[in-house]
């Protein structure tokens, strides 16, 4: 579907998304058309508003910005291996071939949490736009400890549902009483446990892996944060791969966290 743009008020957003259009409908591209005609196939004018040259001109900013990221670099093959030539790196394939709304298209990134939760909470956008932001900047150790950080408040949702919904007075004190301790693992633990033996009850409407999901998930997640977020000994390191797919992860994770929290929501335990 094409891309609207509006060459008076750029969206730079909606340019990398016609430009990853390009790239995915052309596995030859390897040259920078500074007339426009490339992306016309990709591209809705806004109010008919049509200069191709304008969108060329952005599409340039864009190739740069990508060029930083490790989508594309330059050189076309070994006999021109220099702009205005460039190619599409091995990871480059791998982001275009990633399901829509990939972390290096934090609009559509976005929009695909959205579509799988409704209303998604405000730090949880907050966080999980740096950790988009440190992502494509290069950082992957800031963007992974950002993550964690917006996993933790999904889980801490997750938590205070769980709480409203126990019926037994005293199984909900205990609970209360580690929610008000700042360990998570203990917290941890006992969500673990009480969803597992919802799951083995067969409790109807609990979602099926909504155990994976709330604990096995959250505590790679979490334990990548801490391992990061903490002094050590060794230099933080993240690939980027492992980054992009920690990303990716997440709003699925996110989407089985909030169905379990309507099940909670219509539901005493």
């Not at 809705?44 to 200069?51: A, E, G, H, M, S």
């Not at 950080?149 to 007075?169: G, H, K, M, Q, T």
């Not at 505590?219 to 492992?242: C, I, K, M």
Request: hydrophobic share 40%.
């Amino acid at each position: 579907m094409p891309v609207p743009y509006d060459p008076a008020k750029p969206d730079m957003d909606a340019v990398r998304r016609i430009f990853f259009d390009l790239l995915r409908a052309d596995p030859n591209a390897n040259q920078l058309d500074t007339t426009g005609a490339a992306y016309e196939r990709f591209v809705n004018y806004v109010n008919n508003n049509r200069q191709p040259q304008v969108l060329a001109f952005h599409v340039t900013e864009v190739f740069w910005q990508l060029l930083i990221e490790g989508i594309v670099a330059p050189g076309m093959n070994s006999a021109n291996q220099n702009l205005p030539w460039f190619h599409v790196t091995d990871y480059g394939k791998k982001v275009l071939a990633a399901e829509a709304g990939h972390p290096h298209d934090e609009t559509g990134y976005l929009a695909r949490v959205r579509t799988r939760v409704h209303q998604p909470d405000a730090t949880v956008l907050s966080y999980l736009s740096e950790s988009l932001a440190a992502f494509r900047r290069g950082t992957p150790v800031a963007s992974t400890i950002m993550l964690g950080i917006a996993a933790e408040r999904v889980f801490l949702l997750v938590c205070d549902s769980l709480s409203a919904a126990l019926r037994d007075p005293t199984e909900k004190a205990t609970f209360d009483a580690l929610l008000q301790r700042f360990p998570i693992k203990p917290k941890l633990d006992w969500v673990h446990t009480k969803l597992l033996d919802l799951q083995n009850r067969r409790s109807p409407g609990l979602p099926d892996n909504a155990t994976l999901a709330v604990t096995a998930i959250y505590d790679f997640l979490r334990t990548q944060r801490n391992d990061l977020g903490h002094p050590r000994e060794t230099p933080p390191s993240v690939d980027r791969e492992e980054g992009f797919a920690n990303l990716q992860i997440f709003p699925r994770y996110y989407q089985v966290a909030e169905e379990l929290r309507r099940f909670l929501a219509a539901n005493r335990v």
